[in-house]
């Protein structure tokens, strides 16, 4: 439980990294990954799992890291746009996204009580951002959009990623990562130069940014809350896990000074609510069981 808190608590910071870091959301998303692998490697060497692996595990990695590049651009984005708070909030409806995929496609069952769950979710959202869309600013507008397109992208990333461990058993969680991470910041290495952009690092306070956010939020934060999602129950760990979103927002609120007022407050609590009810309590007790197996 101390070691998925404190990983927990790590990843909250990932919108406080990419929020004082002076790089494009898309330079940033690629430090993250590219440092991120670097830290992750030795690990990985250590454990003589770095080889080739066939064809089709290298596409899926591939693809892996074309939906895991545009997850964060897109939530660097939002971030950038709307603060790390409700960037890192949004981003968090996946897991609605992920209850549809699996009602549609893997037979799940939901129970009642999570269908309230969405609705409950889209009011304290609008609690936060305002009730009268009209009046926000089309940046912030915009923000939003990719905090939505991010939570898309982060869904797919974790079916992806779950395909990738399972085609993959009795690896280790750091050659998955390391993977990932490598091919993810190849790919937006491409991708940059054609944007236009540069490369460079401009101040030793991105530079440090950056390192953490590769460091806590890329790897260790991982590492820490996968390892141990498996020793508890799901009901605690979704608690847990809100840490992650709860804190960000709070760490918006006390470091870069968002305007909060009670409802907006009410709001979060919530969308924290519905979100932990749409990750402890998706599928029916059958379903659930043969899920964890």
């Not at 080889?51 to 997850?71: A, P, Q």
Request: proline share 4%.
């Amino acid at each position: 439980m101390i070691t998925l808190i404190i990983g927990a608590v790590m990843i909250s910071f990932s919108g406080v990294w990419v929020k004082i870091a002076h790089t494009t959301p898309t330079v940033t998303a690629f430090y993250r990954v590219f440092f991120g692998g670097i830290f992750l490697l030795p690990a990985a060497l250590w454990r003589h799992e770095m080889k080739w692996r066939g064809i089709r595990h290298w596409l899926l990695c591939m693809v892996c890291g074309i939906i895991f590049s545009l997850d964060l651009i897109c939530y660097h984005y939002s971030i950038r746009y709307t603060g790390p708070g409700l960037g890192t909030i949004i981003v968090n409806f996946q897991v609605f996204i992920l209850a549809g995929i699996g009602v549609l496609f893997l037979g799940e069952k939901l129970r009642r009580i999570y269908l309230l769950s969405i609705p409950l979710a889209f009011l304290g959202l609008f609690m936060i951002v305002g009730i009268q869309w009209e009046q926000l600013g089309p940046v912030y507008k915009t923000g939003i959009y990719f905090g939505f397109a991010a939570a898309v992208f982060y869904a797919g990333f974790i079916l992806t990623l779950r395909t990738l461990q399972s085609h993959q058993a009795g690896l280790s969680i750091f050659y998955v990562l390391t993977v990932v991470s490598f091919t993810t910041a190849a790919l937006l290495a491409i991708y940059i130069p054609v944007q236009g952009e540069s490369f460079a690092i401009p101040d030793v306070k991105t530079f440090f940014a950056l390192a953490a956010l590769a460091l806590f939020s890329q790897s260790l934060g991982w590492i820490l809350i996968t390892n141990a999602l498996p020793k508890i129950r799901a009901s605690l760990s979704g608690l847990i896990l809100l840490l992650q979103p709860a804190l960000a927002f709070v760490w918006d609120v006390l470091l870069f000074q968002r305007p909060t007022t009670p409802v907006n407050w009410l709001g979060v609590f919530l969308v924290l609510a519905a979100i932990y009810i749409g990750t402890a309590w998706r599928t029916g007790p059958r379903t659930e069981k043969e899920h964890h197996s």
